[in-house]
């Protein structure tokens, strides 16, 4: 290592040199080129070594170090050169950071915020849990700051919905303003004092209903939402902020936000210049008037520093399939009278696809239910059908990357076009498990078998790997132990209670799994090469690990607790030893 002095005595006669030979860069070429420049230059890399680094890059799938400049990696190696008793004092096993492909930041921050209502079991438990967050949290349930709560589920409510007067606990909660999102946060639950504010009687809304007093589901939410206060740009900070510490305690250095309206792009445009970032985004827009064309109110980004991204759209076809809101080809076989919601036409929807295509953005169609998954190919098909004359639709597909999000049941005749096409499904490895329990209800033996929660049937699509977080837990390693095993990361079980894998002819392997939560979304976000891998030029994220991912016995999967996060070349969380604070 060169002396302090000898480094301060060449910086300064470099620096000398720029000045006085600034325009005569022949002059400067000699210096520039001179070994102790280019060992000038090195310095300022920093090299990191671990037991072993898995890269996910084909030219070296295993290695052993990194160097890192300007927020990127430089060079991956094999350390050749260290003697046995250095290679032995180190620790930790790297993989590439991971992204979570499909997921809602700012909601996540929020519900960070709010009463936590997954897992009650009955009426009396969720009213426990209400009773008990109030009491910590003053300024909850006034006009300014509704009581904010997600996770309920009619099913554990004997089945029936719940009503505005369930939520007059003992006469507490008779004044406040609640508001509490169903599991799949779509269908909320408002107090009677939040109806009073509405008008009377309620309007018809299009692919919405209001199956009890008190309960909105899908586009009938809008009526409710017109009311509910906008929170503080305060807030909103703080709610990204505490998402992000979340979220890299879990190793993910990247997501996919499925949603963002255009004031929330631009609140995050602005904070992705700071220090406080620590999650790149790339950011799904989604208009103030679900299913609409609002190319005026959005721009594309792309910010110098990778934080943040933007150059894709959401639409909806239709709800989700706990209420019975999934768009069905067929009736549901619970409830014989219902094919589910689509909350727009099938014209629109084109209509909407084609016209924010030919604007130069990728579509992502919200599909959950068969028709719902039809109507979007359709729609994707037909723009891709005038985006490039003279070209077939896969290789235009592959300039425009078009999504279904969720592809969660999808006919075995529109997998097929699927494929052909080469439209890429974003898949929650976690719903299949979480929903095991009633699907094969919903949908039949049949449908389930043929076209539920497909993940090894799509593999050649490179399929990307979500969690729709807060909907799931948004650690990655319980999705990639849903996806592997296909049975319940909490429980370790599957549907029968038994663990050979609910439906386990589509599980994947342990490298598909990865792939799901690194090269895909980085692929499905035009940032192959950047994002997703170990390699020269990519972004510098990667993640520390106490083990090897490939050692592990699969029930480990589910329990893996990360040692450190990286972005962008920084440590942006550390684990705390059993001897050390947390802070």
């Known amino acids: 290592m060169p002396s302090l002095g000898w480094l301060i005595t060449l910086s300064t006669f470099i620096l000398l040199g720029s000045v006085v030979y600034q325009n005569q860069q022949k002059l400067l070429e000699p210096i520039t080129s001179s070994l102790a420049f280019k060992v000038l230059l090195q310095l300022f890399?920093?090299?990191h070594c671990y037991v072993t680094v898995r890269t996910n890059s084909a030219d070296l799938p295993h290695a052993e170090c990194f160097s890192v400049a300007n927020g990127k990696f430089k060079r991956v190696f094999l350390d050749e050169t260290s003697m046995d008793i250095v290679k032995e004092r180190r620790?930790?096993?790297v993989i590439p950071g991971l992204w979570d492909g499909h997921g809602h930041l700012s909601q996540f921050g929020e519900s960070l915020d709010s009463v936590d209502l997954f897992g009650t079991k009955s009426m009396d438990e969720m009213k426990q849990r209400l009773v008990k967050y109030k009491a910590g949290h003053e300024d909850a349930g006034t006009s300014e700051q509704w009581l904010r709560g997600v996770g309920w589920d009619q099913a554990n409510f004997k089945g029936k919905w719940p009503?505005?007067?369930?939520?007059d606990i003992d006469g507490q909660f008779k004044d406040l303003y609640v508001m509490l999102d169903r599991v799949d946060v779509h269908c909320i639950w408002v107090s009677e004092k939040v109806l009073s504010l509405l008008p009377n009687p309620l309007p018809e809304i299009a692919g919405g209903e209001v199956p009890a007093k008190g309960v909105f589901c899908d586009n009938a939410?809008?009526?409710?939402?017109?009311y509910y206060p906008k929170p503080s740009k305060?807030?909103?900070?703080q709610w990204i902020q505490d998402a992000m510490f979340e979220l890299n305690k879990l190793g993910i250095v990247g997501m996919h936000d499925a949603g963002v309206f255009p004031s929330e792009l631009k609140l995050y445009e602005e904070l992705s210049t700071s220090d406080a970032w620590t999650v790149r985004v790339y950011a799904m827009a989604e208009c103030e008037t679900r299913n609409t064309f609002c190319a005026e109110d959005v721009t594309k980004i792309s910010t110098p520093n990778g934080n943040f991204h933007m150059q894709s759209v959401k639409l909806f076809a239709d709800g989700a399939l706990g209420s019975?809101?999934?768009?069905?080809?067929?009736?549901y076989s619970d409830k014989k009278?219902?094919?589910?919601?689509?909350?727009?036409?099938a014209t629109t929807l084109s209509k909407i696809t084609h016209e924010w295509a030919h604007a130069g953005y990728q579509v992502n169609i919200h599909a959950i239910g068969d028709l719902a998954a039809r109507l979007a190919i359709n729609a994707f098909e037909e723009a891709l059908k005038t985006l490039c004359p003279g070209s077939t639709l896969r290789e235009c597909q592959a300039k425009y990357r078009f999504r279904i999000e969720h592809a969660q049941i999808i006919h075995p005749d529109d997998q097929q076009r699927m494929n052909e096409i080469g439209i890429i499904p974003s898949i929650q490895p976690t719903h299949a498990t979480s929903d095991m329990h009633y699907a094969e209800t919903k949908l039949g033996k049949r449908r389930t078998s043929e076209e539920a929660y497909r993940m090894r049937s799509l593999l050649p699509l490179k399929p990307v790997f979500g969690s729709d977080f807060p909907v799931e837990p948004a650690d990655v390693f319980q999705g990639i132990y849903a996806a592997v095993t296909r049975r319940s990361p909490k429980t370790g079980l599957d549907a029968d209670g038994q663990t050979k894998g609910w439906y386990d002819d589509e599980t994947v392997t342990l490298e598909d799994a990865l792939e799901g939560f690194t090269v895909n979304p980085a692929y499905a976000a035009f940032l192959e090469g950047k994002a997703g891998v170990i390699e020269a030029g990519a972004y510098a994220d990667w993640i520390v690990l106490e083990e090897p991912l490939e050692t592990l016995d699969t029930e480990s999967l589910r329990n893996i607790k990360v040692k450190e996060t990286w972005v962008g070349g920084k440590m942006v969380y550390r684990a705390a030893s059993p001897m050390e604070a947390p802070w």
Do not use: C, Y
Not at 163 to 167: E, Q, R
Not at 221 to 226: G, Y
């Open 337 to 345: 009278s219902s094919s589910g919601t689509l909350l727009v036409n």
């Open 324 to 331: 019975w809101g999934s768009a069905m080809l067929e009736p």
């Open 221 to 226: 939410m809008d009526i409710v939402m017109k």
């Open 163 to 167: 009503v505005a007067k369930d939520l």
């Open 45 to 47: 890399e920093e090299t």
């Open 91 to 93: 620790k930790g096993h």
């Open 234 to 237: 305060e807030r909103r900070t």
